[in-house]
């Protein structure tokens, strides 16, 4: 079936250092990949997102390329804040929203000033 | 994007008792979908709500324990019956996207049974 695996967490970070949150997927053809956030108490929020190979999402600096030779969607950040403490979620789905959502585990993201 | 308003934001409820959570869109959409998040963990897919038919079950949920409601497009209700403590846990409706592939998430239900 259709899975995602997510870099265990949590990960702690000081202030300007350089994210990365790696993601791979299994899936019996080409899904559509996605980063969802989800801030302490709050529902989840679409970070980024890609529908077909080598696509980059982009958004509030976090950016995650779709490999399909390697199965992988990276999440990635060049200088994180203490507001990006949160949940990141890796997810994947087929058929443009007409099917569920498949969510890694999720990895929970803090970042000391 | 969709907008989704979904209340109530957080409950706590005795065991035995049941909870309605309620999803509004702010347009019609065909398929509405509720998931479950236990505490620290991903979210769970609970079932699948189609406008005028029966909701479709994941494996482990049953209409029974998890009662969906879809009377029109634009909304949808999911009942937790008989709960016990293990049924703490945030409870979300989504719905997906059109042609951009995105999902829009409700806020989400914070129910703490004791």
């Known amino acids: 079936g259709n899975s995602v695996t997510q870099m265990e967490g949590p990960v702690t970070l000081s202030e300007e250092a350089f994210l990365t949150i790696n993601c791979t997927y299994t899936?019996?053809?080409?899904?559509?990949l996605f980063w969802y956030v989800q801030y302490p108490g709050e529902g989840l929020q679409l970070l980024l997102k890609a529908t077909k190979a080598d696509d980059k999402g982009s958004n509030k600096g976090f950016e995650a390329t779709y490999r399909k030779e390697t199965t992988s969607f990276h999440l990635e950040k060049g200088s994180v804040q203490v507001s990006d403490s949160a949940v990141y979620f890796c997810a994947l789905s087929f058929q443009g929203g007409s099917e569920k959502l498949v969510f890694g585990k999720g990895t929970k993201l803090t970042v000391n000033p | 994007s969709a907008v989704i308003s979904q209340k109530p934001s957080r409950d706590i409820c005795q065991r035995g008792t049941s909870l309605t959570i309620q999803c509004q869109v702010d347009?019609?959409?065909?398929?509405m979908f509720w998931y479950r998040q236990q505490p620290g963990q991903s979210l769970t897919l609970i079932a699948t709500a189609n406008q005028g038919s029966e909701a479709t079950y994941e494996s482990g949920f049953v209409i029974d324990k998890f009662p969906i409601s879809r009377p029109n497009l634009t909304f949808s209700t999911l009942t937790v019956s008989n709960m016990s403590p293990e049924d703490s846990s945030i409870y979300l409706c989504?719905?997906?996207?059109?042609?951009?592939?995105?999902?829009?998430f409700g806020s989400g239900t914070r129910l703490t049974v004791v």
């Open positions: 899936a019996t053809g080409y899904p559509s």
């Open positions: 347009s019609q959409v065909t398929m």
């Open positions: 989504s719905v997906g996207g059109r042609g951009d592939y995105g999902y829009t």
